[in-house]
């Protein structure tokens, strides 16, 4: 008896008297928002541009280069006013605050009067015309602008850049106006990414 009495008190005394309290649950975090993203405040050496190293943020712009590269090849119209801003910048052969309407954009890469000689091959990889190896992405923040920042672009958008492949350059700069020794875009990357200069 004495013995069943000690267990009862040792039982109570662990909290098996009551039912446990519930775990703690962790709120359901799915529909939050993307989480924002600062651009990087930091500096390379001297007069050499600054690979960006925001997670997602340096593949998401080069893979905007990409299908514009693809979009122009193949002719796809549509694809290419989803790729680009509303009114885009003017990059090269340098950033001017000139900005061209979307439709005038898209009739400038795919006109169609063009000869052969200045139209991308079907089938062409973006590969075979630009050193995506050598690429550089950073925030416009850190661009030396010598007319300050266009109209409608921010600090924190980036400027892509990419060499030309030997042997590319004539063709690239009569199909994308300016692309001489390297490829150039503005994008803004995000939940819709698009480009908002070239």
């Given at each position: ?48 541009p600054l690979g960006l190293a925001l ?61 052969s000689g200045r139209r991308l091959a ?77």
């Open positions: 008896m004495a013995r069943a009495a000690l267990l009862l008190a040792f039982c109570v005394a662990c909290g098996g008297g009551g039912a446990l309290p519930p775990e703690p649950t962790l709120p359901d975090t799915g529909g939050d928002p993307i989480t924002h993203l600062p651009a990087s405040a930091a500096s390379g050496p001297a007069g050499r997670s997602g943020g340096h593949e998401q712009a080069l893979g905007l280069l990409r299908r514009l590269f693809e979009a122009v090849r193949d002719g796809d119209r549509m694809h290419l006013r989803r790729l680009l801003a509303e009114r885009t910048a003017q990059v090269q052969p340098r950033m001017t605050a000139l900005l061209v309407p979307r439709e005038n954009r898209v009739r400038m890469l795919l006109d169609q009067r063009r000869p079907p089938g062409a990889l973006p590969e075979e015309h630009l050193r995506f190896e050598d690429a550089t992405v950073q925030p416009l923040s850190t661009v030396e602008l010598l007319n300050g920042l266009p109209r409608g672009l921010r600090p924190s958008d980036l400027l892509v850049s990419v060499p030309v492949q030997p042997g590319q350059g004539a063709l690239l700069r009569r199909v994308f106006q300016g692309w001489d020794h390297r490829g150039q875009i503005i994008v803004r990357t995000g939940a819709e990414p698009v480009i908002l200069g070239l």
